[in-house]
């Protein structure tokens, strides 16, 4: 598996130890599950947008690729303990969140959700003669006066 993608999401904000800033580490990938789910949410917001509705599928992603991208977290409470990674947290806070959204999409997550539909379909055979037939021959029953 590859390295964890950091994104910086603020300033330290820990006492005494300063440090760069803090970071939230990402999958550098869109995990199978969060694919499924874009793939879901892709097509019922297709099929919303044909009634009229209004198209809300970025939104939706970018909630999607936070939940099922983000994978720790260096974040630190007032008195410099480590806060436990808890993606439910991080997606109450639009401040960190929106950093690791767009560094998900930068990364390809919205590529990677929309593959399955962009992919070109297999060409169907020639219409024609089979040089063999395929259906299963018919036997010949004897009539009654054979």
């Known amino acids: 598996m590859s390295a964890l993608t950091p994104v910086r999401v603020r300033d ?4 005494d ?17 969060g694919g499924v789910l874009a793939n879901q ?15 809300q599928l970025q939104a939706l992603w970018l909630e999607t690729f936070v939940r099922y991208g983000a994978k720790d977290w260096d974040l630190c409470d007032e008195q410099g303990i480590p806060i436990p990674f808890d993606v439910e947290l991080l997606l109450a806070d639009y401040s960190l969140a929106l950093p ?47």
């Open 100 to 146: 690791v959204a767009e560094k998900a999409n930068d990364l390809g997550y919205g590529d990677a959700a929309m593959a399955p539909f962009l992919r070109t379909q297999a060409k169907p055979s020639r219409n024609g003669r089979m040089p063999v037939t395929t259906s299963a021959r018919r036997r010949r029953t004897p009539t009654p006066s054979e």
């Open 41 to 55: 949410q892709a097509l019922s917001q297709a099929v919303a947008v044909q009634r009229g509705e209004t198209n």
């Open 12 to 15: 330290c904000s820990c006492p």
């Open 17 to 33: 130890t300063p440090h760069e800033g803090h970071f939230v580490y990402i999958s550098p990938t869109l995990s199978f599950a």
